[in-house]
């Protein structure tokens, strides 16, 4: 009996000294610089979206449905005539709705006017054309625009460099933050990426003059931006 207790003492010392050395392990994290790097790119739109509507009123709901159609009809063969893909044309909106009639006096009427809105979406992957197609549309029976956005059709193209440029605006400013800290720069442990784009970038017109019958428009630039979170290690 006496013999187990004395080897429980002898062994007390080690067992503490082992936990000494495992709770300063684990209180002991790897020092590190975290900056935040910014790159862009300005580039010019290579596709255009562009949204047409087509409105239409009548006393009959039929009236008001078959003078859309017919109009629409127009419009969408306008379109097909530029040598438009037909993947890149897609109705987006149809609707009936009603509009009270009011008398002479300004008090309404039982009857009412039925309006019938349809409208397009069409893509076009030559933005020189986006003049004639307004032109031709309108021309057609097109009585809006509803939307028309330039973008480019692979925007992970366009953030390569803007996102070589922040990688390299994060190395600089860590390397700056590592020398006046004193320490030495370490390999990267983490990189997070946030990225946004398409944000039109205001200009004045320098393309080729449109033809008198098209109308005018200006695709000016597209900038789009990167930001990185990067972490270092230090020694």
């Known amino acids: 009996m006496v013999s187990r207790r004395w ?22 994290g790897e020092r590190t610089i975290a900056v935040n790097g910014s790159g862009s790119v300005v580039i010019p739109p290579d596709t255009v979206v562009v949204t047409l509507g087509v409105q239409t009123r009548g006393t009959e709901v039929g009236e008001a449905v ?5 109009t629409a009809e127009r ?31 300004g008090m ?11 409208s ?18 309108l021309a057609a029976g097109a009585n809006s625009v ?17 996102r070589t440029e922040a990688l390299a605006d994060a190395q600089r400013q860590a390397e700056q933050l590592a020398s006046e800290s004193g320490v030495t720069l370490g ?3 983490t ?17 080729e003059v449109p033809a008198a019958s098209d109308v005018p428009t200006a695709p000016g630039t597209l900038e789009y931006t990167v930001q990185l979170s990067v972490t270092y290690g230090i020694r």
């Open 66 to 70: 078959a003078a859309n159609n017919e």
């Open 191 to 207: 990189v997070t990426e946030s990225s946004g784009g398409g944000s039109p970038v205001p200009q004045p017109y320098m393309g």
């Open 108 to 118: 309404p009427t039982e009857e009412v006017t039925y309006v019938v809105d349809n």
């Open 146 to 162: 509803q939307n028309l956005s330039y973008t480019v059709a692979d925007p992970a193209a366009a953030l390569g460099p803007a």
């Open 7 to 28: 080897r429980a003492l002898a062994l007390l010392p080690i067992a503490l000294a082992l936990a000494a050395c495992s709770t300063l392990g684990l209180g002991r």
């Open 187 to 189: 390999p990267i442990q």
């Open 75 to 105: 419009v969408m063969q306008a379109v097909t005539d530029l040598g438009v893909a037909p993947e890149d044309v897609q109705t987006t909106y149809f609707s009936i709705w009603t509009q009270p009639r009011y008398d002479e006096f």
């Open 120 to 137: 397009v979406t069409v893509t076009l992957h030559d933005v020189a054309m986006v003049g004639r197609l307004l032109n031709d549309t």
